[in-house]
Nanobody, 123 residues
Framework: VQLQASGGGLVQPGGSLRLACSTSRTISGFYAVGWFRQAPGKEREFVAT????????YYSHSVKGRFTISRDNAKNTVYLQMNSLKPEDTAVYYCASSRYFSVSATQTDYDYWGQGTQVTVSS
């Protein structure tokens, strides 16, 4: 199983980016997928997750209302639309595939991880 995160880059405060997570998992449509991030000198933290059907999402308090997670199971891809970006959103963003169908913010519930994509919010 491979996950590939893409779409990171440099953006000004208030700007937007859309991250994509593609997976080779043949039954990707049956597992929840989550996004996590790790800023320099900090522990990796939960950002957002979506269940296998795409009809249940859960967000961290810090991104709720600004970020939107979605998935296209036909394309084996999960997206993270990030709007109103702030400098404190700067981090390496990772996508991960869960062992379970339902949403979870617990990192140990995720068994496969992508390599990460850098998001830098700066003027």
């Amino acid at each position: 199983v491979q996950l590939q995160a893409s779409g990171g880059g440099l953006v000004q405060p208030g700007g937007s980016l859309r991250l994509a997570c593609s997976t080779s998992r043949t039954i990707s449509g049956f597992y929840a997928v989550g996004w996590f991030r790790q800023a320099p000198g900090k522990e990796r933290e939960f950002v957002a997750t979506i269940n296998w059907r795409g009809d249940s999402q859960y967000y961290s308090h810090s991104v709720k209302g600004r970020f939107t997670i979605s998935r296209d199971n036909a394309k084996n891809t999960v997206y993270l639309q990030m709007n109103s970006l702030k400098p404190e959103d700067t981090a390496v963003y990772y996508c991960a595939s869960s062992r379970y169908f339902s949403v979870s913010a617990t990192q140990t519930d995720y068994d496969y991880w992508g390599q990460g994509t850098q998001v830098t919010v700066s003027s």
